[in-house]
């Protein structure tokens, strides 16, 4: 995360930099569009904990990457260059079932397993830098984070005996939060062409059943950091 954090804030000073050399600002004289409302979608990375594959740590979460998808990209200023955002997403990835199977250490086993998903609906701080036909954006929310844990199926042998383990699905909600930028490339008086690169995180605790075959053997609670880089494109539509 640390790392993260730290390209994002790199980025932003050398963007602000660049703004103070080319007089950031609307040199047309059109009226000025302080917003804009659209959608993207592209890449979620999991990081940290979340794509750790790391058996003996309780936190770990076999995530691959996946897919994202914002619904809505939403930005106003009011003003001048500070402004509203917010943005209601969602996410799948893949379990990397053929390392969980592995680092087991045990022999013949066999990992079946749903997808991790994860949405948020967020709102917050918007900073936006207009340059002629593009604006640089910076945004900070937070917001309701929800993440589902996928079903899981273990099948093996365990000392000759085959052992059929099941774990359920389960949902759960806590904050999240989220840093990010983006660049808006305006190429008509209401259209923009957008690319964001946003760091989400949360800590969900889960809730679920474990069972061997149809037997019920207990029900288990365990918190998993769900932390994402997304990289995604899309359109935007210009708010006056």
């Known amino acids: 995360m640390k790392k993260v954090i730290s390209i994002i804030i790199s980025i932003s000073f050398a963007v602000i930099a660049l703004g103070q050399e080319q007089n950031f600002g609307q040199t047309d004289p059109k009226p000025v569009r302080r917003g804009y409302i659209g959608f993207s979608l592209g890449a979620a990375i999991p990081t940290g904990d979340f794509a750790s594959t790391d058996i003996n740590s309780d936190n770990s979460g076999f995530a691959q990457t996946g897919l994202t998808i914002q619904l809505v990209n939403f930005g106003y200023t009011f003003g001048g260059n500070f402004g509203i955002a917010g943005m209601w997403s969602g996410a799948a990835f893949a379990l990397d079932v053929e390392s969980l199977a592995k680092n087991t250490g045990l022999s013949g086993m066999t990992v079946e ?94 809730v679920t059943d474990i069972y061997a075959g149809s037997l019920f053997l207990e029900t288990v609670e365990f918190v998993q950091p769900m932390n994402q880089l997304n990289i995604t494109g899309g359109i935007g539509f210009r708010l006056p």
């Not at 604006?135 to 059929?164: L, Q």
């Not at 099941?166 to 840093?179: E, F, K, P, T």
């Not at 957008?194 to 969900?204: E, S």
């Open 113 to 206: 397993s749903d997808l991790w998903s994860f949405g948020a609906f967020m709102g917050g701080l918007l900073v936006s830098l207009p340059s002629n036909s593009m604006n640089v954006d910076f945004r900070f929310m937070i917001g309701s984070g929800s993440g589902t844990a996928p079903e899981m199926s273990i099948s093996g042998f365990v000392n000759g005996s085959h052992v059929d383990i099941i774990q359920n699905s389960a949902s759960a909600m806590s904050l999240a939060y989220d840093l990010g930028i983006g660049l808006r490339l305006n190429v008509s008086k209401l259209i923009s062409l957008n690319l964001f690169m946003d760091y989400l995180g949360c800590k969900a605790t889960f």
